[in-house]
């Protein structure tokens, strides 16, 4: 006996008749076009659920194990550029700080 011969409790059909009928149903471009905005539906709610809850746990997750170090340690850089420019346009004048440090993460 299989799936298809089973009857679904409190119906007088079997589950191979329900599946048929529903295959007849979605070979109709009625159907089919409900189908397509159903699945793109579903898409973007996954979408969605997985960038406003699995994306912010991520970086928590690396933090825990030891993978993702976010904090600066008190290391002495190897290599640091300074450089000091002064920019004039209409607006005004501006002196721009630019540093460029390099350090070694483990």
């Known amino acids: 006996m299989g799936i298809n011969e ?16 529903w295959w007849d149903a979605l070979q109709q471009s009625k159907y089919q076009r409900k189908l397509v905005l159903v699945t793109v539906s579903i898409a ?3 979408d969605n659920m ?4 699995i994306v ?3 970086p928590d997750y690396l933090r825990v194990i030891g993978a993702w170090d976010t904090h600066e340690i008190n290391r002495p850089p ?11 346009n ?6 721009v700080t630019m ?8």
């Not at 089973?6 to 009928?21: H, K, N, V």
């Not at 190897?78 to 004039?88: G, L, P, Y």
């Open 44 to 46: 973007l709610l996954l």
């Open 6 to 21: 089973l009857r679904i409790p409190g119906m007088d059909r079997t589950i191979g008749e329900y599946r048929q009928e």
């Open 56 to 58: 912010p746990i991520i």
């Open 99 to 106: 540093i460029n440090r390099t350090t070694k993460i483990n």
């Open 78 to 88: 190897i290599n640091q550029k300074v450089v000091n420019k002064i920019v004039h």
């Open 50 to 53: 997985l960038y406003m809850v």
């Open 90 to 95: 209409s607006t005004g004048d501006y002196r």
